[in-house]
């Protein structure tokens, strides 16, 4: 059974750093799936902050490009999402998603990023 654990979410101010983390378990096919961290803000509908393939491949949202960052250790089963010049807007839970090489997607229970003063 597939397992996405976050950690690393906390509360920072705005400007400030964060570094997100996603350990897989049970999948293998890990270094074959496309990775992803995704967010969702109070009534606000979940959204794509970043993914990543197979190879170096990476995908942004332009709100977000040329402050985060996306990376994987394959041999650690591991995602991890660099966070930097964080703003209000940035807050929000943020998961982290597999899509396995079948096209099936797992999901992370969330972890809570707050950018307040």
């Known amino acids: 059974q597939v397992q996405l654990v976050e950690s690393g979410g906390g509360l920072v101010q705005p400007g400030g750093s964060l570094r997100l983390s996603c350990v897989a378990s049970?999948?293998?096919?890990?270094?074959?799936?496309?990775m992803g961290w995704y967010r969702q803000a109070p009534e606000k509908q979940r959204e794509l902050v970043a993914d990543i393939g197979t190879g170096i491949s990476t995908n942004y949202a332009d709100s977000v490009k040329g402050r985060f960052t996306i990376s994987r250790d394959n041999a650690k089963n591991t995602v991890y999402l660099v966070m930097n010049s964080l703003k209000p807007e940035d807050t929000a839970v943020y998961y982290c998603?597999?899509?396995?090489?079948?096209?099936?997607?797992?999901w992370g229970q969330g972890t809570q990023v707050t950018v307040s003063s």
């Open positions: 998603n597999l899509r396995s090489p079948v096209g099936r997607a797992y």
């Open positions: 049970g999948s293998w096919w890990f270094s074959i799936s496309t």
